[in-house]
Nanobody, 122 residues
């Protein structure tokens, strides 16, 4: 069993930055593929970024235009999402998720955190 706890969500003005963190317990993230997803009000949950279990491969949605970066700290068993140049459309609940597979498919992520709210004001 893997427990994921997100933190770092906040209210921020457009153009600002936030860093989300996801603390994992129960298994080392060096054996897990970690992803960040988000769900805006009235919309389906979407993939934001993924980092593979071997750590050298990352993916971020094209729509983010390079503004978000995923990283991990194996020693601390945490995964971070650095978000820069935030826009009002980035407002959503951000979820951390873990999978035993290297996948972009939301359905293959077995473990989920409770989510953290990010609100970007214009």
């Amino acid at each position: 069993q893997v427990l994921l706890v997100e933190s770092g969500g906040d209210l921020v003005q457009a153009g600002g930055s936030l860093r989300l963190s996801c603390a994992a317990s129960g298994r080392t993230i060096s054996r897990l593929n970690m992803g960040w997803f988000r769900q805006a009000p009235g919309k389906e949950r979407e993939l934001v970024a993924v980092i593979t279990w071997w750590g050298s491969s990352t993916y971020a949605a094209d729509s983010l235009e390079g503004r978000f970066t995923i990283s991990r700290d194996v020693a601390k068993n945490t995964v971070a999402l650095q978000m820069n140049s935030l826009r009002p459309e980035d407002t959503a609940v951000y979820y951390c998720a873990a999978s035993g597979q290297a996948t972009l498919d939301e359905k293959r992520y077995e473990y989920w955190g409770q989510g953290t709210q990010v609100t970007v004001s214009s």
